[in-house]
C-alpha cells in the first residue's frame, strides 16, 4: 500500500499546486497517491486544474520519487503532520486552505490536547504600549488559570507578552512560526523559542532552515486563525497584520475580541475598527471566559435523555454536512464509526464535524467521540 505521506510531500514540492489546489486534488480522488498516476485528462476534472498547469503537473511529477522524497526528507527535516495523519488539526481541515505539511518541534500532544480543549490566539503588535503589554499579560494569564491554551506567532511585543505570561503561569502555549521550526526568529526570542520547544509546541507549514520572508507572515496569520476557536487583539494599529490573523477567525466563524484603547494612540486605532466592525469588546478580565462559554462545548456530558427524534439537517447546510450530521445521534459516537457510515476521506470527515460543531450542531466528547446537541 501506498504511503500516503509521501504523496502529500511530493505534491507539495510542484510548482503551481497550493495548499487549495491540493486539497481539492485529494478530495477529489480520495488519495493523493491515486491522483499522483492519474492521468492528464482526469486531472483535468479538478476545479482549477487546467490543460497548461496540468500538463506542467505531468512534466514535474516525471522527475520525483515520492517514497524516495519521504525518505530523504524524514533524514533531513523535523517531525511533520498531513492531513491524512491523526495528530494533525482537525480545526485546520476546516479552513479553506490547510497546509499540506504542519512541522513541529516540542510537545506533539498539546495538539491533541487543543482538539478537546480551548485554544485562544492572541496577537498584536510588535511595539506594544505599556498598557498594551499590561492588559496581553493580564487576559493570557486569566484564560491560562482556567485551561485554555494560547495560539500566537512568537513575534516581538504582544506575541511574545502572551507566550511568556502563558509559560509563567504554568500553561501551555503553540507558537506558529512563518519560518522553517529549526529557526528561532527574531533572534531576540530565542531564549523564548527554546523555552516553548521544551515547555510548548513551535508548528510551521514550512521545512527545516526555512529563513524568515515576508510573505510568510501573513501565510502564517491563517494557521493562527484556525487552531484558534477565538482569536484576541489586544493592540494593534490599522495596518497591523494582527488584523489579517482576526478578520481570517472571522472568515472561518471563529469569535473574535479586541480590546479598546485611546483614540489619541495610533497603536489602538486597529482594534478599535475591530470593535466597530462586530468584534467583542473587552471591558473586563471575564469577558472572554463568559464568551468562551458560548462556544460549543468540548466535554459535555452524554446526552441522559431517552429516545428522541432528531430534526432533519438544516436544507441550506452543505450537502457533505449534512450526510455526516444525519450519523451522529444524541449519544456518544467515535469518529470510527462514523468513518464507517459515511464513507469520505478521513480528512474531510474531521473537516466537517470541526464545521458542524462550530456551528452549534454537534458536540466533541473525550476520546474522539460526537453527539448531536
Known amino acids: 500500500m501506498a504511503n500516503e505521506r509521501a504523496y502529500w510531500l511530493a505534491w507539495s514540492r510542484l510548482k503551481g499546486v497550493g495548499p487549495v489546489l491540493q486539497k481539492r486534488i485529494y ?6 497517491a491515486i491522483a499522483w498516476s492519474a492521468a492528464a485528462e482526469a486531472l483535468q476534472q479538478v476545479d482549477g486544474l487546467g490543460p497548461a498547469l496540468v500538463g506542467s503537473i505531468v512534466r514535474q511529477r516525471s522527475h520525483l520519487n515520492p517514497e524516495a522524497l519521504l525518505a530523504t526528507h524524514e533524514e533531513q527535516s523535523p517531525a511533520f503532520w498531513t492531513p491524512t495523519d491523526l495528530g494533525y488539526p482537525a480545526l485546520l481541515l476546516a479552513i479553506p486552505d490547510p497546509p499540506p505539511l ?20 492572541i496577537v498584536g503588535t510588535r511595539n506594544p504600549s505599556d498598557y498594551g503589554r499590561r492588559w496581553t499579560r ?3 494569564c486569566n484564560l491560562v488559570k482556567n485551561g485554555v491554551i494560547i495560539v500566537s506567532g512568537l513575534a516581538e511585543g504582544v506575541d511574545r507578552e502572551a507566550h511568556l505570561s502563558t509559560l509563567e503561569t504554568g500553561g501551555n502555549t503553540i507558537a506558529v512560526l512563518g519560518t522553517g521550526v529549526d529557526v528561532a526568529y527574531p533572534w531576540s526570542n530565542r531564549a523564548l523559542y527554546d523555552r516553548i520547544e521544551q515547555e510548548g509546541l513551535l508548528v510551521s507549514e514550512y521545512p527545516n532552515g526555512t529563513p524568515p520572508d515576508r510573505p510568510h507572515f501573513p501565510r502564517r ?25 482576526a478578520r481570517l477567525a472571522n472568515d472561518y466563524g471563529r469569535e473574535v475580541y479586541a480590546l479598546p484603547g485611546s483614540l489619541d494612540n495610533a497603536r489602538c486605532l486597529g482594534c478599535l475598527g475591530l470593535i466597530n466592525e462586530g468584534a467583542h469588546l473587552v471591558l473586563e478580565d ?11 462545548a468540548t466535554n459535555g456530558p452524554a446526552s441522559v435523555l431517552g429516545p428522541i427524534s432528531l430534526p432533519a439537517p438544516d ?59
Open 286 to 296: 471575564e469577558t472572554l471566559l463568559k464568551g468562551l462559554g458560548t462556544l460549543p
Open 315 to 373: 436544507p441550506a447546510l452543505d450537502p457533505l454536512l449534512q450526510q455526516v450530521l444525519q450519523a451522529v445521534t444524541l449519544e456518544p459516537v467515535k469518529v470510527d464509526h462514523l468513518a464507517q457510515q459515511v464513507p469520505i476521506p478521513p480528512g474531510s470527515l474531521l473537516g466537517a464535524l470541526v464545521q458542524l460543531e462550530l456551528l452549534g450542531l454537534v458536540v466533541q466528547l473525550p476520546g474522539t467521540q460526537y453527539r448531536r446537541c
Open 27 to 32: 478530495e477529489h480522488f480520495g488519495s493523493l
Open 221 to 245: 496569520n491563517r494557521i493562527i486563525a484556525g487552531l484558534s476557536r477565538a482569536v484576541l487583539v489586544t493592540e494593534a494599529p490599522l495596518r497591523s497584520g494582527a488584523l489579517i490573523t
Open 138 to 140: 493580564r487576559l493570557t
Open 102 to 121: 504542519l512541522y513541529y518541534r516540542g510537545r506533539p500532544e498539546l495538539m491533541a490536547a487543543l482538539e478537546v480543549g480551548v485554544g485562544v490566539g
